[in-house]
């Protein structure tokens, strides 16, 4: 039987494009089918800040059968039992923070990746495989190629080796963290999403130098470059990353957009989406949608 596609992973290789989550809070069974009905493509189930376990992100990724949203995982570190327990777990891809060099983004990409390749330990008849039997050499190329990597340039040494980490066979996605990124630079948030201009008309920062490096690179290697607004009155730039259908704009009319909440993600479905309360003068460019939800 065919394993589980990854959807995600076949849309990067189409030249696509896709809109997601990070959920930080709350890993229960019922939190995919919850961020499925906000038209998500993937969740990124956090491990590095939440503090949970591999045994908790288990049970997430057990109610993730569904073809949306791919499960992906942030691990807390680079290391082997981090990486290789994860995806045996039913993980379709891995978020990898700190990545600041070319060796350690090929020891991900090795740790990741079944021989002769890579040194990934085998087990089937597990949750990666969906418990099913099978060819086995069909398995290891199939799981092979289904694997999606994600790494995060988060600091002043990701960024000045860049281009070489872009270079790594396997490393499918970079994503500029932005908030560790600017503080390592010494200009916390100081950084703008493509095509948002500073309110005040002046030049750009090392953090959006940044986002432009990055999105050469990717253009440069065939990757997918990604990111998180840094607001949520930054929404309108998703659509800049959203399907031609209007994806995102249906997810505002819906009032189901996630809404990145201080303790973690909370997914409102079907509810009235929340207003965000401006500061004093400023535009944000998004309608009142009623009373604030607590």
Same mark, same amino acid.
């Given at each position: 039987?065919?394993?589980?596609?990854?959807?995600?992973?076949?849309?990067?290789?189409?030249?696509?494009?896709?809109?997601?989550?990070?959920?930080?809070?709350?890993?229960?069974?019922?939190?995919?089918?919850?961020?499925?009905?906000?038209?998500?493509?993937?969740?990124?189930? %956090?491990?590095?800040?939440?503090?949970?376990?591999?045994?908790?992100?288990?049970?997430?990724?057990?109610?993730?059968?569904?073809?949306?949203?791919? +499960?992906?995982?942030?691990?807390?570190?680079?290391?082997?039992?981090?990486?290789?327990?994860?995806? %045996?777990?039913?993980?379709?891809?891995?978020?990898?923070?700190?990545?600041?060099?070319?060796?350690?983004?090929?020891?991900?990409?090795?740790?990741?990746?079944?021989?002769?390749?890579?040194?990934?330990?085998?087990?089937?008849?597990?949750?990666?495989?969906?418990?099913?039997?099978?060819?086995?050499?069909?398995?290891?190329?199939?799981?092979?190629?289904?694997?999606?990597?994600?790494?995060?340039?988060?600091?002043?040494?990701? &960024?000045?080796?860049?281009?070489?980490?872009?270079?790594?066979?396997?490393?499918?996605?970079?994503?500029?963290?932005?908030? %560790?990124?600017?503080?390592?630079?010494?200009?916390?948030?100081?950084?703008?999403?493509?095509?948002?201009?500073?309110?005040?008309?002046?030049?750009?920062?090392?953090?959006?130098?940044?986002?432009?490096?990055?999105?050469?690179?990717?253009?440069?290697?065939?990757?997918?470059?990604?990111?998180?607004? +840094?607001?949520?009155?930054?929404?309108?730039?998703?659509?800049?990353?959203?399907?031609?259908?209007?994806?995102?704009?249906?997810?505002?009319?819906?009032?189901?957009?996630?809404?990145?909440?201080?303790?973690?993600?909370?997914?409102?479905?079907?509810?009235?989406?929340?207003?965000?309360?401006?500061?004093?003068?400023? %535009?944000?460019? &998004?309608?009142?949608?009623? +009373?604030?939800? +607590?």
């Amino acid at each position: 039987m065919p394993l589980r596609p990854n959807p995600v992973k076949e849309s990067i290789a189409r030249g696509g494009r896709s809109i997601g989550t990070m959920v930080f809070e709350f890993f229960t069974p019922s939190m995919p089918a919850l961020v499925a009905t906000t038209g998500a493509e993937f969740a990124i189930y %956090d491990m590095e800040h939440s503090g949970a376990s591999v045994e908790t992100i288990r049970t997430v990724l057990a109610a993730s059968r569904g073809p949306l949203p791919v +499960p992906l995982v942030r691990v807390p570190a680079t290391e082997y039992h981090f990486l290789a327990r994860v995806l %045996d777990s039913g993980a379709l891809g891995l978020m990898v923070p700190m990545v600041e060099s070319k060796s350690q983004a090929e020891a991900i990409v090795e740790s990741t990746t079944y021989p002769p390749h890579g040194r990934r330990g085998a087990a089937f008849g597990f949750a990666h495989d969906d418990y099913e039997r099978g060819d086995l050499t069909e398995k290891v190329g199939a799981l092979n190629a289904r694997r999606l990597l994600i790494a995060q340039i988060e600091s002043e040494r990701g &960024l000045a080796h860049l281009e070489e980490i872009a270079a790594v066979p396997g490393i499918d996605v970079l994503w500029v963290g932005h908030f %560790d990124l600017t503080n390592f630079l010494g200009i916390p948030r100081a950084v703008r999403p493509p095509g948002v201009p500073r309110r005040d008309g002046s030049g750009g920062s090392r953090g959006d130098g940044a986002q432009r490096d990055s999105r050469h690179q990717c253009r440069r290697r065939g990757h997918l470059r990604a990111m998180a607004p +840094p607001r949520l009155q930054d929404h309108r730039v998703l659509r800049r990353f959203s399907p031609a259908d209007g994806r995102t704009a249906r997810w505002d009319r819906k009032g189901s957009r996630p809404r990145l909440e201080q303790a973690g993600v909370r997914v409102r479905s079907n509810l009235p989406t929340p207003r965000v309360p401006a500061a004093a003068g400023e %535009d944000t460019g &998004l309608p009142a949608r009623g +009373p604030r939800l +607590p």
